[in-house]
């Protein structure tokens, strides 16, 4: 291996001659250094770069060009819509901040640390903002959803040779805290309260009663509650195994769950299970009587011949809650906080509620949940002082 250096007009250039992992031998420049020095040091990183087999053919592709490649090779076509939609305005992010031309072998921890400030602070925006624009603070929560993407294509790079180290390593992540953690879940004398009114309100005509008396039992996403099928309702056992979601976003049909870990089996009560047999029976008559069939065999498939939608089941929350005297209003997704909630204050541990959620592991529920934990453990603390005193 072999670098030269020479002066080509008011700059400086390098020439590079090595031998690739198969033996062949190949030939890489550049120009437009200030000095001889700058030009040295970058020579030298090509050959150290070379020594390990990085694709020096393919040192000059950007950020932008391999964020397009990794997405289309490895995510693409593989996760719910709900998900993939977050892709475009990451791209987006990358490209305000960027731009088309910076090489991904070219940003260092440092820079990437100053991109997460910035668009935490809302200064990212696009090229052609508007004049009025004023920027919005991001949460951290947000910051940290875009950043495990990057990291991930930041490793795929390193994978495939084109960067030696991880530029996404080791950083803070910042951002607001975001909404009041208190706004996202119901205390146990209103999840009580929301369960028995859903409980004696539900039938064909009022489907969502059945859709969060479901949420609020199981702790299940939305898009896995509407993806029951009534094979997945094991009677006997008591359980319901979630295997698949309903794809409302897209119109319809069955998609993958958002994770491999998210397809498990769940214990339910018998309350829930004489609720669903409850709604098989009216189903059964309301469609025979219709002469309808549902193929799908979809639990919450409505007397409409249709399933509930996310914006729908939320509108539904807005206007039940108030209605029950129940404040905070919360979504869908907030039973699921509530779910895990009463778990924690019941003493369940920790691991069993994971698997519950269908989480990877027990770190995102402890991620998540930080904030319940916290009050979990003050409880706990308080009864073993208590235990110590009675000694």
């Known amino acids: 291996m072999m670098a030269s250096i020479s002066k080509r007009g008011g700059s400086w250039q390098y020439r590079v001659s090595y031998k690739d992992i198969n033996g062949e ?151 607001s805290k975001g909404k009041d953690t208190a706004l996202k879940y119901l205390q146990v004398s209103d999840y009580k309260k929301l369960k028995k009114y859903c409980y004696s309100h539900a039938d064909m005509t009022h489907m969502y009663n059945y859709v969060i008396a479901a949420g609020v039992d199981t702790g299940a996403r939305f898009a896995e509650v509407i993806g029951l099928t009534w094979p997945d309702i094991d009677f006997e056992n008591k359980t319901i195994s979630i295997t698949k979601t309903w794809d409302w976003l897209s119109g319809g049909g069955f998609k993958a769950t958002k994770t491999l870990s998210s397809v498990r089996t769940i214990e339910v009560t018998d309350d829930l299970l004489q609720l669903l047999r409850q709604l098989h029976r009216q ?82 529920t402890l991620r998540v949940y930080s904030h319940l934990l916290d009050v979990a453990n003050k409880q706990q603390s308080a009864l073993a002082v208590k235990a110590l005193s009675n000694l």
């Open 283 to 364: 189903q059964n008559e309301y469609f025979m009587r219709h002469g309808f069939r549902d193929p799908d065999q979809l639990v919450f498939m409505s007397y409409r011949h249709s399933v509930l939608r996310d914006g729908t089941i939320n509108a539904d929350l807005r206007r039940l809650l108030p209605s029950l005297g129940i404040s905070p209003v919360i979504t869908f997704h907030g039973l699921r906080h509530t779910h895990v909630s009463y778990l924690l204050s019941q003493g369940v541990d920790i691991n069993y509620i994971s698997h519950r959620l269908g989480h990877a592991d027990v770190t995102i």
């Open 25 to 175: 031998y190949h030939t890489t420049s550049q120009g437009g250094f200030r000095s001889k020095s700058a030009a040295k040091l970058a020579a030298s990183k090509v050959e150290i770069d070379a020594s390990y087999g990085a694709k020096i053919d393919h040192a000059n592709i950007t950020l932008i060009e391999y964020w397009d490649q990794w997405l289309s090779a490895f995510k693409l076509g593989k996760h719910s819509n709900a998900t993939e939609s977050h892709y475009p305005g990451i791209r987006k992010a990358l490209l305000s901040y960027f731009g088309p031309n910076t090489r991904i072998k070219d940003i260092t921890r440092s820079d990437y640390q100053t991109f997460l400030n910035a668009y935490a602070a809302g200064t990212v925006v696009p090229r052609h903002k508007p004049k009025n624009h004023v920027p919005k603070k991001r949460a951290r929560g947000t910051v940290r959803n875009l950043h495990q993407y990057v990291k991930a294509m930041a490793a795929s790079a390193m994978d495939d040779l084109l960067i030696s180290r991880n530029f996404a390593n080791n950083i803070s992540i910042p951002g």
